[in-house]
T-cell receptor, first 114, second 109 residues
């Protein structure tokens, strides 16, 4: 089973709203990732959690706040977003915490900021 | 700098064979991945190469030459459902994935 689940599938929010994206995996993977993907572009790494600790933050604006409550769950809290933040947000997980482990992606959340 | 190049778009015919090339220049190398991504969907893992040579998996094969900084993905017996973007990604010395821009493959009947 290589399933990563994400909710919601679609999200529309205003610039003053607070919302959260959720990601879950039950493969026993120790690394989890948030990516942002714009149309016709490759995924852009935002955050990496390794063994439930934030190991990489790719200079992401503070209006994006990640959280890893346990080894299976990963959240992305959103606050005061801008229209240019509209994108597909992908969660991924991999086994041992290094990128030589294959990353498996969830279906993504399509976010629209009005 | 780090750079991965792949063609922007390719067109092929149903039932034929197509080869998608990827060249890379990265700070270190810990393997190369190919992912398939249908429009509006998440990338799905196709293959991983870390040693030189050909890895075959059903209709899909992937080749790596580390000395040339080169890989290709070979798709045989093309089907309409193979219409998608194909992303090449390299794991660099920090074990971070460096992504190519993707190749959009269009399959015609």
């Amino acid at each position: 089973d290589t399933e990563v689940t994400q909710t919601p599938k679609h999200l529309v929010m205003g610039m003053t709203n607070k919302k959260s994206l959720k990601c879950e995996q039950h493969m026993g993977h120790r690394a989890m990732y948030w990516y942002k993907q714009k149309a016709k572009k490759p995924p852009e790494l935002m955050f990496v959690y390794s063994y439930e600790k934030l190991s990489i933050n790719e200079s992401v604006p503070s209006r994006f706040s990640p959280e890893c409550p346990n080894s299976s769950l990963l959240n992305l809290h959103l606050h005061a977003l801008q229209p240019e933040d509209s994108a597909l947000y992908l969660c991924a997980s991999s086994g041992g915490g290094s990128s030589t482990d294959t990353q498996y992606f969830g279906p993504g959340t399509r976010l629209t900021v009005l | 700098g780090q750079n991965i190049d792949q063609p922007t778009e390719m067109t092929a015919t149903e039932g034929a064979i197509v080869q998608i090339n990827c060249t890379y220049q990265t700070s270190g190398f810990n393997g190369l991945f190919w992912y398939q991504q249908h429009a509006g969907e998440a990338p799905t893992f196709l293959s991983y190469n870390v040693l030189d040579g050909l890895e075959e998996k059903g209709r899909f094969s992937s080749f790596l030459s580390r000395s040339k900084g080169y890989s290709y993905l070979l798709l045989k017996e093309l089907q309409m459902k193979d219409s998608a973007s194909y992303l090449c990604a390299v794991s660099d010395s920090n074990y971070q994935l460096i992504w190519g821009a993707g190749t959009k493959l269009i399959i015609k009947p």
